[in-house]
């Protein structure tokens, strides 16, 4: 019995060990903890990049840093980070950095797409270097010859043209038939010429700076050889501007629409070549002129035979009254012993439908 009492000591303290073992909590293991934002530089190098701007871009441009612009820039534009006005202003950014870059062709290429979103567009040339400003001027050139081929815009032209067109003048007329006589026969038109100067002012719209001569003549019915046979010869030279809109597209076949106004100086001259005066035949000429408003509008069409040289045609109406002329005495009778005669109030009037063609080369290229 004394021999098994340590064995069975022994027994019942590894019992107790094994008890204790399983009865004890198992601890979970310890997940490192992640570093804070502030923990060191390991957190620097995982910052976000900062984000694209207009304003980053100008620091990087002003300061000579012209390729990281570009690639700002050229990622906002794709990306849409850069909107409303200020999308024009990135555009010019990055055409300016491309030109300090020399890719000169791209830069210029970067002007044109401003210019057909806004074809207003112009750069500020006391802020924009020489350099750049070249680069525009070229990309502009560019831009309006393509509107040319597309037969959106009309570069510069002069042209000139000849035509018909209505000259009544019925005060004339009344006083050329108060000789005692038949009836004068209306005013006879001559041939109207003139020749204009045309400026692009946008995409369709120019304007034109005219200047023409009008004439028209008659008659009294007196026989010719007679004393007091007259003849009458009506002027007007208009000085006008005009503004045209192009309602077409065809870079070959222009119509447009127009109208002007402007001032407009009349005469009217008539010639008595067999006056008898204190007993002489003397030739006589009584010249009246007044200077007042021209107005008219019309349509034009017109023929490019080829990229410099057209041929045009136009029909207006037009109010060319200058009023009452100036005579060196109104009361002076044309007819001796004829009242009716008398110069009176009297004015030039070639209002109504005119016709012409012509021919305009263009120069603006």
Not at 147 to 157: D, F, I, L, T
Not at 319 to 329: D, E, H, I, S, V
Request: hydrophobic share 40%.
């Amino acid at each position: 019995m004394r021999r098994s009492f340590p064995f069975f000591m022994s027994l019942a303290l590894v019992a107790l060990v094994a008890t204790a073992a399983i009865a004890a909590p198992v601890k979970p293991k310890l997940e490192p903890k992640p570093a804070s934002p502030a923990s060191g530089p390991a957190s620097m190098s995982a910052a976000p990049a900062e984000k694209p701007s207009l304003a980053k871009a100008r620091e990087l441009y002003n300061d000579a840093k012209f390729e990281d612009a570009n690639k700002m820039l050229t990622a906002a534009l794709h990306d849409g980070l850069i909107l409303g006005d200020d999308v024009t202003k990135a555009r010019e950014l990055r055409a300016r950095a491309l030109v300090k870059l020399g890719r000169r062709v791209e830069a210029k290429e970067g002007f044109k797409t401003i210019l057909r979103s806004d074809e207003m567009y112009r750069p500020d040339a006391n802020a924009v270097p020489p350099d750049e400003m070249d680069v525009f001027r070229l990309a502009f050139r560019e831009y309006q010859s393509e509107q040319v081929e597309a037969g959106k815009r009309h570069p510069a032209s002069i042209g000139v043209w000849y035509g018909t067109g209505q000259a009544v003048n019925q005060d004339l007329v009344d006083l050329a038939s108060s000789a005692g006589v038949e009836p004068a026969d209306d005013f006879k038109a001559s041939a109207e010429f003139g020749y204009s100067v045309r400026l692009p002012i946008k995409p369709r719209w120019s304007v034109e700076f005219e200047i023409s001569r009008l004439r028209a003549d008659t008659q009294d019915k007196l026989p010719v050889a007679r004393n007091a046979h007259t003849t009458y010869e009506a002027y007007e030279t208009p000085i006008i501007i005009s503004v045209l809109r192009d309602l077409s597209t065809s870079p070959q076949w222009h119509f447009s629409a127009f109208g002007g106004a402007g001032l407009i100086a009349s005469e009217a001259v008539l010639q008595d070549d067999k006056a008898l005066i204190s007993g002489r035949i003397i030739p006589t000429q009584i010249i009246g002129r007044s200077t007042g408003a021209y107005a008219h509008i019309g349509i034009e069409a017109e023929y490019r035979l080829q990229p410099r040289l057209a041929l045009s045609g136009r029909v207006l109406a037009r109010t060319a009254n200058a009023g009452k002329l100036k005579w060196p005495r109104d009361d002076f009778e044309v007819y001796e012993s004829y009242p009716v005669s008398k110069l009176g109030s009297r004015n030039v009037d070639f209002s109504g439908i005119a016709a012409h063609v012509g021919i305009r080369a263009y120069i603006g290229y």
